[in-house]
């Protein structure tokens, strides 16, 4: 017997629907708050040294504010996508292993800074990098 028909017997609970739910709620919470933290930036918190290599701390210089309104909308778009059911298979599993790839890369450059406090946000795009991996195919 398959795990899948395991699973689908009456009386056994739906561990790995409910493990889903939560690593969406996980990736959607993290995401958020990136999110939030990026709109703080465009609209002129003193946080610079904690993005973008931090380079510019304290207020971002207006190039870097308009990076990080768009890059609201990119996580806005991505929360959608986790949130919802409404894009194809196909197109889903692109965005997120896409998204995920991504993310991994961040946690990269996060790592690899020279500004200390961006360094803080490598766990978080790690984080981000393999629950989008694994709500690739969740539905």
Do not use: C
């Amino acid at each position: 017997m398959s795990l899948q028909q395991v699973a689908s017997l009456p009386g056994v609970p739906a561990v790995a629907s409910s493990r889903r739910t939560a690593e969406r709620r996980l990736a959607l919470t993290l995401l958020a708050g990136v999110g939030t933290f990026q709109l703080a930036l465009a609209a002129g918190a003193p946080w610079g040294a904690a993005a973008w290599a931090g380079h510019s701390p304290g207020v971002l210089p207006t190039p870097l504010r308009v990076a990080s309104g768009i890059s609201v909308v990119a996580y806005s778009g991505l929360a959608a996508t986790v949130a919802s059911d409404r894009l194809g298979s196909t197109a889903r599993r692109r965005g997120l292993t896409g998204a995920s790839l991504l993310m991994a890369l961040g946690t990269v450059g996060n790592l690899a800074t020279r500004s200390p406090v961006e360094r803080l946000w490598a766990p978080i795009a790690a984080a981000l990098a393999v629950l989008l991996w694994r709500l690739r195919g969740a539905r």
